[in-house]
């Protein structure tokens, strides 16, 4: 029985060369040389140095369960953060490919909006006043990356890449602007002393976001060849994370009077990722 | 007897001499292997440009398929292969117009179909890649293994090889003309054919020499290449090509350059990098005739960007097409080769340009050598102006019938932009009277008016004017000047 398995496979691999061909009516009579695939640049395996942009939009669900809505204005944002890739790709075939990645992203992305604000007049007297606030987050999450991918080559230059990254955390910074526009209001120091109609606020909130994140990858590219041994690469992918930005937050938004509770849920962030490679044979 | 024995003793010295002077007078041909050989099979090239792309057919990648190499400062770049003629299980044996514009290629069950086996496909270039494949269909293809084109430098004949019934057994060569805007039914070549194997033809840019191997009793060892010459409407006795680039292993796909001592074949012979290898040849043993070759490139007259035009040449004499190929619609570049001693018109064509046209005479004493024509079209719009190609018999204003081809070009021109008004504007050269040669002029332009209406165009579309030798193109009296000063122009007046 193995012996009959093991007389089909080879007969299997020996039928390739038994056809024709256009030098051969009757096909070659031995099997062709293994030989090396063309890799994205010329040899199968190519280094490559990406630099590029994520646009990266963010978006989560806000419920409040009691009024006033100001914080409706924190449902979505996006922004853009800088990248960089040291990657390598190795050509399975000429056609198809496999490439692994490793790199430092940084997503950005701002929420802005209006919103009704209580304000203390004067400060620790009780007394609140409705205000309108411009309110802005500006919020920043570096991971570094480790990806795979399988890179498909068509129409001579056209690559097509499907994959998935993985997304450590690093770091993550924030910046709160509120800036009053009516009303003579002011916002106040700890100590009580009117700092004006505008205050800012920066700091780091790292562990408020996942530690690790999933992504799947879909880029579509195009090959320049710039010399014999080096390939410009521009491409344009679609990130869509499969882990949340961070978990629920269900208490956020505490108002000194009401003592309302707002939840956001289903926190999320996805990306569209211009990438400027560089693609050298090895 | 004794006179027989005289008769051989003296014809054998001279036998014994002819060899020697032969061998004396046969140039030392040496072989030089191509730098980018592979492992596996490297076979079929073919040039274009002049001797500046070279493609070629490997199967490097594990299939069979098509590369190209171009030249930069004297060497060649690293192959790229071509992968836009669509997917198939093999592909290889392409043959180009010389301007490199058109392919035919051979290739196994490529997804555009096929009439069975192997068959041959064409593709053409756009915006500088490599549309995908079509078959060539029948007649050319049958249901037999139809393989290994070679199309004559007019584009007018195509040789290739196949094993289909009614030749001679095994492969054989086959010829099919282009008559009638279709290729002809395939004509076997029962002069070279032989019950053995003839295959990978190459008809040399003469459209005279061709090489092909064979693997025929009496060669070297395996497939011998062998050259035969056009005589007539059939080929002469075909040569054995001889060492060293025959060898007793297999040697074919030979290529000759246009007016170059350099050939191209491949071999695998010992020594190479597996399978069949690439190899130069120089000089040439067996040259082909040499050929005028003509290049250039079209341009924008006003921006001088490179346009991708259709360019016909015509011979002049015969009112023939000689050839049809289309300048680089990415580099503007064209390139055709020409027989000397004729006198042809070149039109170049755009839908966006007014046309061009001009007459090119080529002497013989100009073969062997490459002429530089660059045509500037002129956009469509106000004061444009082309000259048209029409001739006259001297001091009249009768059009010779050799015209008419380029007014049958201007009425499709203006038929195509109906909101084109145009004037046409004769002009003489300097011998004459002004008043006499004032006359003349108007009276061609009218002639070339009513050649127009009489072809539908409406006639309040076009004025006339006679310039007389007034406004000479050239302020020169030579014989070439006056040339260039008889003319008539068409100019856009409205759009």
């Given amino acids: 029985m193995l012996r009959r398995f093991l007389l089909g496979v080879l007969l299997l691999g020996t039928a390739g060369y038994a056809d024709e061909d256009v030098l051969r009516p009757q096909g070659r009579s031995t099997p062709p040389p293994q030989v090396m695939a063309e890799g994205l640049v010329k040899n199968p395996w190519a280094l490559g140095v990406e630099l590029g942009g994520s646009l990266s939009f963010f978006g989560q669900d806000v419920t409040q369960y009691q009024a006033p809505t100001y914080q409706t204005n924190l449902t979505s944002g996006s922004g853009l953060g800088p990248l960089l890739n040291l990657a390598v790709d190795y050509a399975l075939t000429d056609a198809l490919g496999i490439q692994t990645r490793l790199g430092y992203d940084q997503k950005h992305f701002t929420t802005s909006g209006f919103l009704d604000s209580p304000c203390e007049t004067p400060p620790r007297s009780g007394l609140f006043i409705p205000t309108r606030v411009e309110h802005t987050t500006s919020q920043t999450i570096a991971y570094w990356t480790g990806g795979v991918a399988l890179r498909y080559r068509f129409e001579e230059n056209w690559v097509v890449l499907a994959g998935a990254t993985y997304h450590s955390r690093s770091n993550a910074s924030f910046t709160e602007t509120d800036s009053i526009t009516s009303g003579t209001c002011q916002f106040y120091d700890d100590v009580g002393n009117a700092i004006g109609q505008r205050r800012q606020e920066s700091g780091s909130n790292t562990s408020a976001f996942n530690a690790a994140r999933w992504s799947i990858d879909l880029s579509v590219g195009y090959r320049i060849p710039l010399s014999e041994n080096i390939v410009f690469l521009p491409r344009l992918a679609g990130q869509v994370f499969l882990t949340p930005l961070a978990g629920d937050n269900l208490s956020f938004g505490y108002h000194p009077v009401l003592g309302q509770v707002y939840a956001f849920t289903n926190r999320r962030l996805h990306a569209l990722q211009l990438v400027l490679g560089l693609w050298f044979n090895l | ?495």
């Fill in chain 2, 1 to 495: 007897m004794k006179r027989w024995i005289l008769v051989l003793a003296a014809a054998l010295p001279i036998a014994v001499m002819a060899q020697i002077q032969q061998r004396t007078l046969r140039p030392t041909v040496e072989i030089f292997p191509f730098e980018y050989n592979s492992a596996g099979d490297d076979f079929c090239p073919a040039i274009t440009h002049n001797g500046a792309t070279l493609y070629f057919t490997s199967d490097r990648s594990g299939e069979q398929r098509i590369y190209v190499c171009r030249s930069r400062g004297g060497q060649w770049r690293s192959p790229d292969r071509i992968r836009t003629l669509g997917d198939a299980k093999q592909v290889g044996c392409p043959t180009l117009t010389p301007d490199g514009q058109l392919m035919i290629i051979s290739a196994y069950q490529h997804e555009s179909g096929s009439e069975g086996r192997t068959d041959l496909y064409v593709s053409k270039r756009t915006e500088g890649y490599w549309d995908k494949a079509v078959p060539l269909g029948a007649p050319l293809n049958s249901s037999a293994w139809d393989s290994q084109a070679s199309l004559s430098s007019d584009g007018r004949t195509l040789y290739f090889a196949s094993d289909r019934p009614g030749g001679k057994g095994g492969i054989d060569l086959y010829r099919s003309r282009w008559l009638g805007g279709r290729w002809s039914a395939p004509e076997p070549l029962s002069e070279l054919n032989t019950e053995f194997d003839e295959m990978t033809p190459s008809i040399a840019p003469d459209n005279k020499t061709l090489y092909f191997a064979s693997n025929r009793p009496g060669g070297l060892g395996g497939y011998d290449i062998y050259v035969a010459r056009l005589q007539g409407t059939r080929f002469s006795q075909p040569q054995n090509i001889g060492t060293p680039i025959n060898s007793s292993d297999n040697d074919i796909s030979y290529i000759a350059l246009p007016n170059s001592t350099t050939a191209y074949f491949a071999s695998d012979r010992a020594g190479g990098n597996g399978g069949y290898d690439l190899y130069r040849a120089v000089p040439n043993p067996e040259m082909p005739e040499p050929v005028v070759t003509m290049h250039g490139i079209v341009r924008n007259s006003t921006t001088q960007i490179p346009v991708g035009a259709d360019i016909i040449i015509t011979d002049l004499k015969t009112r023939q097409k000689v050839a049809t190929l289309r300048s680089d619609d990415e580099t503007g570049e064209y390139y055709v080769t020409l027989t000397a001693g004729r006198s042809y018109a070149v039109t170049a064509y755009h839908p966006d340009y007014l046309f061009y046209s001009e007459q090119i005479e080529v002497p013989t004493d100009e073969r062997g050598r490459d002429l530089e024509k660059n045509i500037d079209l002129a956009p469509i719009a106000s004061e444009s102006a082309t000259r048209l190609l029409v001739f006259f018999d001297f001091d009249k204003a009768d059009l010779k019938e050799e015209s008419l081809p380029e007014l049958d070009l201007a009425a499709t021109f203006l038929r195509e932009h109906p909101e084109v008004k145009i004037r046409i504007e004769g002009h003489t050269d300097d011998v004459g009277s002004d008043d006499y040669n004032l006359q003349l002029s108007r009276r061609r332009a009218e002639a070339v008016k009513k050649y127009l209406v009489s072809k539908g165009i409406d006639e309040k579309r076009i004025s006339t004017v006679g310039y007389g030798k007034s406004q000479p193109k050239v302020k020169d009296t030579s014989p070439e000047a006056r040339a260039q000063n008889r003319r008539v122009e068409m100019k856009i007046v409205a759009k």
